[in-house]
């Protein structure tokens, strides 16, 4: 990337630009941080004031169909010793995890919960920890963690702004530029009412979808028919569904029952954080012919099911030159902050395990959004 790139994205991100300038002037000499994240052109805003601190920042993937090789480049290029690249093999991935646990860090910033439970599992005893998903909160269910985990998933700002409003932005000029389809008059099913789900089943109605809402708690059942939305258990919501959508953070949702259920050409994506939402591994069975890029053709008994990403979250495909780097420019700053409170003791007085991230560092990060100009 060279320096006018560099300066866009450091004006598309602001806040994060702001409170890098202040992290960068700390002194982070002999500390390492290590991080598991989708890695955008906005890890560049988060990592960068670590390494110019004197931090050594080691980074893999959390999920390789969101990472962008140039910037895996420019990470590279400053210091940061990253093993990740654009389409990597499952297995690939468990060893860049593998790697990232050989040695022990300070900080952790990790996406899935997988990189806090393998550290915790290999006896390393950081001062914190940083969590950003539903997925991995369920991971870390019933573990015992020996140090002190920072859940910014739970905060409010991640859950009325972003699950609820981002993600759906950035999920439909996603499906539109991997599939060429825009969504008038399409029956979308939606599973999964949290607040992704809310989002993108109300920018789907907002672009002409019919859409069609699943989820086993009956109250978000209601909400969804107060948004607009129709709903329907899984199988009959299947039946006719153009869209399928999955939202849940859960692993399996759409299996081996349920993807036999699917109509003859439904259109199958993800926007949770795990890639195991929808059964990649059973349709992997099946023949399958690549169609464009991120879209994939399976056979089924004699229907076609076409796959975005590889079950991996759409609105991060990797390439697609659609996401907004400023939407997630108050969650960067979420995370440099909470690594930066880590490596400077303020979490440690904190017990061990999952604790909401600090209130006051996210009302800051809140007061720099709220003052930013239309």
Not at 208 to 227: C, E, I, K
């Amino acid at each position: 990337m060279d320096a006018a790139e560099l300066e866009w994205i450091a004006w598309t991100t602001p806040i994060t630009t702001a409170f890098g300038e202040a992290v960068a002037a700390s002194d982070f000499s002999g500390r390492t941080v290590a991080c598991r994240q989708h890695i955008t052109a906005d890890t560049i805003c988060i990592v960068a004031p670590l390494v110019e601190a004197g931090a050594r920042v080691r980074l893999a993937p959390c999920n390789p169909d969101s990472t962008d090789d140039r910037s895996v480049a420019h990470l590279a290029s400053i210091g940061v010793e990253v093993r990740a690249r654009a389409g990597m093999s499952a297995g690939e991935l468990d060893e860049s995890l593998t790697w990232l646990v050989s040695e022990p860090a300070d900080a952790l910033c990790d996406m899935g919960g997988d990189l806090i439970a393998a550290a915790a599992a290999a006896g390393h005893r950081p001062a914190g920890a940083l969590e950003a998903t539903t997925t991995g909160l369920h991971r870390l269910e019933g573990l015992q963690i020996p140090f002190p985990v920072l859940d910014w998933n739970g905060i409010a700002l991640k859950e009325l702004i972003h699950n609820r409003h981002h993600v759906g932005v950035e999920t439909w000029p996603a499906f539109t530029a991997i599939t060429g389809l825009a969504l008038y008059g399409r029956e979308v099913v939606v599973v999964g009412f949290g607040p992704v789900g809310q989002g993108v089943a109300a920018r789907a109605r907002d672009l002409g979808a019919v859409v069609t809402v699943v989820d086993l708690d009956p109250v978000r059942l209601v909400q969804a028919q107060h948004a607009g939305c129709r709903v329907a258990d899984i199988a009959d919501a299947l039946r006719s569904a153009n869209v399928v959508v999955t939202a849940t953070g859960f692993d399996g949702v759409l299996g081996e029952e349920q993807l036999l259920q699917v109509a003859d050409g439904a259109i199958l994506l993800n926007v949770g954080h795990s890639d195991r939402e929808i059964g990649v591994d059973w349709l992997n069975r099946h023949p399958s012919t690549p169609v464009r890029r991120h879209l994939e053709r399976f056979e089924l008994d004699g229907r076609r099911v076409y796959l975005l990403n590889r079950g991996s979250l759409v609105n991060l495909a990797a390439g697609l030159g659609i996401s907004a780097p400023q939407l997630f420019d108050p969650f960067a700053a979420i995370m440099l902050l909470g690594l930066d409170a880590i490596l400077t003791g303020q979490t440690a007085d904190l017990p061990n395990g999952v604790q909401l991230y600090p209130g006051a560092l996210e009302a800051r990060v809140a007061r720099a959004l709220a003052s930013q100009p239309a």
